[in-house]
């Protein structure tokens, strides 16, 4: 398993490319390019992944900050 601050760092990698993803989407069905109901169910399969990349970041994140020398090193 990796380090924390890796994997906090990889987290933050796929949060950006999924919130992009979804971004693409959003404008894909604005356009009108996607059928609504199967750009829909791409966008809530996007917004699970988001959320579950999001909870994970938080619990690494709080599991740091609770750690007795500060957690995270700065960079």
């Given at each position: 398993m990796p380090h924390p601050e890796q994997?906090?760092?990889h987290l933050k990698q796929r949060i950006a490319a999924v919130y992009?993803?979804?971004e693409q989407l959003k404008l894909a069905?604005?356009?009108g390019e996607l059928a609504p109901?199967?750009?829909l169910a791409q966008l809530d399969a996007v917004d699970?992944?988001?959320?579950?990349l999001d909870?994970?970041?938080?619990q690494l994140w709080d599991a740091a900050r609770a750690k007795p020398n500060g957690g995270l090193q700065s960079r």
């Open positions: 994997e906090i760092s992009a993803q979804r069905l604005a356009r109901r199967a750009g699970r992944t988001l959320s579950s909870s994970r970041f938080k």
